[in-house]
């Protein structure tokens, strides 16, 4: 048995055991210091980028809207903080705002880098120290790393090194949160963006880790394709179900099963990223996934009420607090297998398999806590397959007969109490009226819409189980549930990055969107495939991950295919690619990385102002997490906010109560410095924020081509990202934007097809002064700039001229 997984070391154990991180440390910051390499900010503390974070706002200000004007973080409170109050320990309703926001990043980070320190001491301790970071084929392995810290990590004993300064940094943003320390809200707000930061290399060391020991695919575009859908389930088995967010224990669940020559006697499943990573175990090559993705966050209870699990195994992250209890009333056991989630379980680590299993299947207890990973994948596989027998036998089952659904859809008064607890207000009340009449079909469209969130049931004044009656209504939908979602591929590979990153650069690819985030979508999972439809029909790169991911695989055309069966996977425009789980959103960042380090030549080593200040001139890249539901989503969406890289959340993001947008009407907030001559030149509005949102689909995808705007878009690159614009804002708002005119430089910006409408236009609309015999744009209104400001570091800034 493995001591240090089960958590169980003794005195004596440590006896000849050297503790020695701090010397990894000291030996990786010798060896830089002795190369000479690097930029000014390797392992920044919280206010080394501080200056960069002011620009950043001083041009994309922060907008608040508090849900509450009280402050009730201390004893002295709750304070009014209402006008212009001051709470008693002087902080104001902008500074408390700013200091939430914060403190969600915070949050945020840290279920991303405490998963990967959970992840890497197991996987040292199985695979050893010096065992080689292996991305695929890159010199690059860890770019958010080596931007942000400085190192190039070697070997997965390198990693620790890495967590020790995200860990660090992270205790010290923590403690500002405490009353009595920062009260500006403009400092909580740099801090809140170097917190995104660590959480991009919190993330890249726990998904570099796995792909380097766990035979997942490394930087290959054309990885297997896996099935994904509550009706991919077949429920004659006997069926395990895995929630959560890490592989560490399931991993010898597999291996087990794979030992035993079981694999085809269980239906392996599995729901949120854990789902995703088992798809991408020892996939390596091409090989078959081992296992079935469920579904989303959105599915977790919709599965456990559907009864067909017969174990659910759970780890960490996105796992609903109530799985034990709902579990419990269909006799399903519960193993959890990490200290974040444990729901007051015995810890059974050190106890045998045999009488384990023989508590669990009795009854006599509902779950354990299991920490041995060893253990824990025999355990799992046995306890299935007894289970299934003895809830055969038992006759259990989740959903309502059809006597029963006919009793409950009658049961409902109308009071509307349901919708008024659903997070999206759908339309209950309708569907059981109808329901009551034999039609099924709108409960078959809300059920798309539906979050899995329960707060139906809760509400009811006559006890209906809203959900179930949802699920039991939608069963034909259920059976045909059955999608394609490709293997999360990891890294992008320099090779890659060097044949697509000029197009990136120049414009004539028009952008990179990156579909990432939770599913809390307001119009149902159709919505990120339409997203991605659409943009990748327009020879967008489309990069997803995580839920995202998932629920761009439950969609199919005409022909039956889905988006990753029709698009190719290579980094090239028009393909769509599948990053990974959530941890792998550190590759989307690193994407922008490798572009300013492989195109451009940059020095990213301990660099990372003038990497991200290249990124937000130069990258046209934007995110959307149209799903956008937890602390993870924001700090992930922070993290590429000061890397220069525009976010777009769901209408649900606006409950995050804050946002950074630009005022494009401001000339003075938009000029920059020419590195030919270090002159300040005026630039379009572009990117127009950081971070936004969209109330509707019609809105966002004019938002999206407009995001990946450039001030660096060459003539050709220009013209392409400026006539997605005005076609999208055209096809789905009917309008012409009302501010196409300020993208253009030359006449050699406009569409050629519209050229002489839009030159026209340029003239009588917007005083534009136009030579109709060459048809060329011989002058455009004024800008008044103050040109009077130098740069802060000329020779930085003019490295390229």
Known sequence: MSKLTSGKISIEDLENVQINISNIVGSIEKEIEEKGEGGPTPKP??????????????????????????????????????????????????????????????????????????????????????????????????????????????????????????????????????MGQEGEAIDFESKALHAGMLDHVGMEVSDIA?????????????????????????????????????????????????????????????????????????????????????????????????????????????????????????????????????????????????????DLASGKEPGALMLDFDKLGELAPRLVQKMATIRDEKGIRGLPSDDEFKELTSRCVHCLACELACPINLPISDAMTAAEGGNLEPFEILRDKCIGCGRCDHSCPKDIPVLNVIEKAAQKIIREEIGKVRVGRGQISDPEIREEGVNLVLGTTPGIVAIVGCSNYPGGTKDVYDIADEMLKRNYIILVSGCSGMDVGMYKDEEGQTLYEKYPAKFLKGNLINMGSCVSNSHITAVAIKVAAIFAQR????????????????????????????????????????????????????????????????????????????????????????????????????????????????????????????ELSQKYLGIMPDDWHTFVRTETDLPLARRGELLKMLEEEHGWEIDWNKKKILSGPSMKLDFSAQPTNLKRLCKEA
């Open 603 to 726: 020095d990213i080593t301990g660099n990372y102002e003038e990497i991200a200040d290249y990124i937000l001139n130069r990258v046209g890249a934007v995110g959307v997490a149209w799903g956008a539901y937890s602390q993870k989503a924001l700090s992930i969406g922070t993290g590429c906010n000061r890397l220069g890289i525009p976010v777009v959340l769901g209408p649900h993001g606006s409950k995050f109560r804050r946002a950074i947008i630009g005022k494009p009407y401001d000339m003075d907030k938009w000029k920059v410095y020419d590195a030919r001559n270090g002159k300040v030149m005026p630039i379009p509005p572009a990117p127009e924020y950081l971070l936004t949102t969209a109330e509707t689909i019609e809105e966002l995808m004019p938002m999206l081509a407009k995001s990946c705007i450039r001030p660096s878009d060459n003539n050709m690159g220009r013209m392409i990202k400026l006539t997605h614009y005005i």
């Open 210 to 358: 796995q792909i380097s020991c766990l035979d997942f695919p490394k930087g290959e575009p054309e990885t297997p394709l896996a099935e994904i859908g509550m009706g991919s389930i077949d429920s004659t088995k006997p069926v395990l179900i895995v929630i959560g967010h890490n592989m560490a224990g399931v991993s010898n669940i597999i291996d087990y099963m794979e030992e035993h020559d079981i694999l085809d006697k269980i239906e392996l499943g599995g729901l949120c990223c854990t789902a995703l990573d088992m798809t991408r175990y020892k996939t390596e090559g091409g090989n078959a996934p081992k296992a079935k993705i469920v579904s989303t966050l959105a599915k977790q209870l919709k599965m456990i009420r559907s009864g067909v699990p017969d174990v659910v195994v759970v780890d960490e992250q996105c796992v609903r607090a109530d799985v034990l209890r709902e579990a419990q009333k269909l006799m399903i056991p519960v193993i959890t297998t990490n200290e974040k989630i444990m729901y007051g379980l015995p810890d059974r680590s050190d106890d045998s398999v045999d009488d384990i299993l023989n």
């Open 45 to 178: 503390g919280i206010a080394a980028l501080r200056g960069w974070d002011f620009k950043l706002l001083d041009r994309y200000e922060p907008v608040y809207t508090p849900t509450s004007d009280q402050c009730s973080y201390c004893t002295f409170g709750p304070c009014d903080l209402t006008g212009n109050k001051e709470g008693a320990c002087g902080i104001n309703l902008e500074g408390q705002t700013a200091r939430e926001f914060l403190l969600s990043t915070i949050i945020g980070a840290a279920a991303h880098s405490a998963h990967g320190r959970h992840l890497l001491h197991y996987l040292i301790e199985k695979f050893g120290r010096d065992h080689p970071i292996d991305v695929g084929p890159s010199n690059i392995k860890a770019p958010n790393t080596q931007t942000v810290t400085g190192y190039k990590p070697e070997t997965i004993g390198d990693l620790e090194a890495v967590l020790v300064y995200v860990e660090e940094q992270l205790t010290q943003l923590m403690a500002t949160i405490h």
